[in-house]
């Protein structure tokens, strides 16, 4: 992304060099003020790189034109029709309406936004991949559980669900706040690692299953199945539930 007030040359040899002819790095030029005497070669510029150009000539101006680039990137999307579906991290929020919410915050609880982009379907305009926004809704972790059949976790068995980061959705273990009820959360509540409440913080476990438990198969799967989640090996989509019964 280049903000200049003007440039001379369009530096050809430069792009010839590093990004022709594959074009990796795809070059947006914004061109600052009112003078025009060198939007040509930062047109050029954009244009040869698989960019985009604008003019920001006033502070009128930024607010309009200043994510201009963003149809540019979605192009390929809207013509490939591609919809990706976005989960975000574990926050806390009310369900309540903004003029109903109590003074002491009883109705926090654990949230994620689902969200997903919204583009033009007008066949004059779908060629040319407009995003018209983005469209999204905040979902209460709670309802996700109740998709769950619980009937087949059997008596000790429990669901979580993480985020492809590897981060707690929802767990039984997971505390986000300080107390039941109140309103103080933690300070590291959305980046919780799976580890951190599946492994227990003792330095003499070397064996598995621990020491008194007879293995019958459920906790060697559990173990591998939590080593491969960290491992990264194991592919795992925001809000989608990983089950199993554990004894």
Known sequence: MLITDGAVDTYDTIFAKYNWPDRKVRIFTYLIGREAAFADNLKWMACANKGFFTQISTLADVQENVMEYLHVLSRPKVIDQEHDVVWTEAYIDSTLPQAQKLADDQGLVLMTTVAM???SK???TRSKGILLGVVGTDVPVKELLKTIPKYKLGIHGYAF?????????????????????????????SSVDLSEVEWEDRDDVDTWPPEGCEDNGLFSWHWEVISLLLAGTVAARPATCLLWAVS
């Not at 669900?161 to 509540?189: M, W």
Request: avoid cysteine; aromatic fraction near 12%; hydrophobic fraction near 25%.
């Open 161 to 189: 669900a993480i985020t492809n980061n590897g981060y707690i959705l929802t767990h039984p273990e997971l505390r986000p706040l300080y107390e039941e009820g109140k309103k103080r959360r933690k300070p590291n509540y």
């Open 122 to 124: 007008q066949n004059e």
């Open 117 to 119: 982009p919204v583009f």
